[in-house]
């Protein structure tokens, strides 16, 4: 930047009290610092309660009754895709719909009660009602037998495949028809298809594919080939049935929040248009989704991130534009995909570290530290997203399993600490039994338009996920329905005797809401208050 212009920049935000930005820090909805004088009344939020429980030690193990019932609101889904439901399935086959979870994945169903068996007889049908029901497939489902569509692992793969069976081959498995078509029988396994012939049965199917990376010469292959896998799976679903993709999504920052994520222009796959090419017609892909893109054709978009070991490194940096983050990562990536579209959100969450190099013990043996995975039971519900999956590894847990002799197998499955499953929950309890009746369709989701002080009022900063992390500052976020008021906030990483304050104001709509929070180590708060005006 030339000098004399650099100048003329700084006297302007020293004018109108804001801050001068890098490029790389023009970031969307940043609002600058402005000038306050005597600052109006203000209004407390009457802190939202907490259960009073001991985590537990045991192994392979969690306790669903670290609170009690309470449902998500009828506007939000959480599908439980996780480990232990077995624990809970003999003494109360619902308990984990009663503990905030909407549906269950069809690998957590319980044979010849929920899903039918070898056993099961005519007539019968499943105790889930259809809104109870989730599936998701993975790329084993094609790429083994009878498909043996090698696409679903090797997305460059996408020019030999076929859309539909090949002309001297009517009968062919080996096409993405067929797999799709097979799909539609699901409806057979809960014993409730329609007269009108087999659908998918589920309220919602999740596709975890990960394909989606290909090479430059191979993406209008792929993206017809994604286009025609949704349109395929919409053809034999139920109407009532909602689908989405781990990937692609409109951008996937992979939990890092960095600047540059918020400038992006969206992943080339998940909007790019289906086109013929010179092979196309002749494997069956039809003229019906020439112009449509996959993202026509999907009913929710799936942003998410799993967590690496430094987002639960206390010790570590978090402040560099790279530096992993745990709340950065959850927040940045609803952040700017609800700028890139306008499909609802569902994530994936885990409540363990990814396997990979990340991690230092080359396993997901660390379970997340209670701020983290509370708050992702908080913080997530505060982005306006629609719903989430909690998934683990595992499936079903033994409790109190000996420690393996083998070092390799050590804390793994039945052997971790599974206590992060508890505050997980607590945080949905503490949001949903308490404040679910905001989540009713009218609310208004503030995210980086939350606005915050940090120095008691006298500047005042509207900072997406990424600028709360580079300058270490405290979190708040609000949700806004009629005159009510909730706002979540904490200081992440915080040091056990560490104190934070920040203030949080809400001046639109002919409200003038000003309030203090006060923030004791890296706990979760969460407030509310009736503002007036």
Not at 28 to 43: E, I, R, S
Not at 291 to 318: C, R
Request: charged content about 20%.
């Amino acid at each position: 930047m030339p000098k004399p212009m650099r100048i003329v920049l700084l006297a302007l935000a020293a004018l109108s009290g804001g801050v001068l930005l890098k490029t790389s820090d023009q970031l969307v909805h940043t609002k600058g610092a402005d000038v306050t004088g005597t600052l109006p009344p203000q209004t407390s939020l009457t802190p939202t309660p907490r259960s009073s429980f001991t985590p537990t030690t045991r192994k392979g193990y969690w306790n669903a009754d670290v609170v009690g019932d309470f449902v998500l609101p009828k506007t939000k889904t959480l599908t439980f895709d996780a480990a232990g439901r077995n624990l809970y399935g003999n003494e109360n086959w619902e308990k984990i719909f009663k503990r905030g979870f909407s549906s269950v994945s069809q690998a957590r169903m319980f044979w010849g009660t929920e899903i039918a068996d070898s056993k099961t007889p005519p007539g019968w049908k499943s105790r889930l009602s259809f809104d109870r029901r989730a599936f998701t497939v993975t790329r084993a489902a094609l790429q083994g037998p009878p498909h043996n569509v090698q696409w679903a692992l090797n997305g460059n793969l996408a020019g030999q495949t076929y859309f539909r069976p090949p002309a001297n081959d009517p009968n062919s498995q080996q096409n993405i028809y067929a797999f799709a078509k097979a799909l539609g029988n699901n409806c057979i396994l809960y014993g409730d298809c329609p007269a009108s012939g087999p659908k998918i049965g589920v309220s919602k199917l999740f596709l975890d594919f990960e394909n989606d990376g290909v090479d430059v010469p191979n993406r209008q292959e792929q993206a017809n080939m994604y286009t025609y896998l949704m349109k395929a799976i919409k053809d034999v679903a139920d109407p009532r049935t909602e689908i989405g993709s781990l990937t692609p999504v409109a951008h996937n920052g992979f939990g890092y929040s960095r600047a540059a994520d918020y400038e992006s222009g969206g992943e080339w796959l998940f909007s790019m248009p289906a086109q013929h090419t010179a092979t196309s017609r002749q494997r069956g892909m039809p003229d019906a989704i020439v112009g449509k893109s996959y993202s026509d054709y999907i009913d929710f978009n799936m942003p998410g991130t799993y967590h690496v070991f430094p987002d639960y490194d206390y010790t570590a940096s978090h402040r560099g534009d790279y530096d992993r983050h745990w709340l950065a990562g959850l927040l940045s990536e609803q952040e700017y995909n609800i700028r890139l579209s306008n499909k609802k959100r569902i994530a994936w969450h885990w409540l363990f570290n990814t396997q990979g190099p990340f991690n230092r013990s080359e396993r997901a043996s660390n379970p997340a530290p209670p701020a983290v995975a509370e708050g992702m039971g908080v913080f997530f519900w505060f982005t306006g997203a629609y719903g989430a999956i909690l998934w683990d590894d595992y499936n079903e847990l033994k409790p109190d399993q000996p420690t393996p002799a083998d070092p390799n197998l050590q804390g793994l499955g039945s052997d971790r600490n599974y206590a992060c499953y508890e505050h997980y929950i607590h945080g949905l309890w503490r949001l949903f039994k308490h404040h679910g009746d905001l989540f009713n369709g009218r609310e208004t989701y503030l995210n980086q338009q939350t606005e915050c002080s940090f120095d008691g009022g006298k500047t005042w900063y509207q900072y997406n996920a990424n600028q709360l992390k580079t300058r270490g500052l405290p979190f708040a976020r609000a949700v806004i329905n009629g005159d009510q008021i909730l706002v979540a906030a904490t200081m992440p990483f915080a040091k056990p005797d560490q104190r934070t304050s920040l203030m949080v104001r809400y001046i639109q709509n002919g409200y003038q809401f000003y309030t203090t929070v006060n923030l004791k180590a890296d706990e979760i708060f969460l407030g509310r208050a009736t503002m007036g005006k």
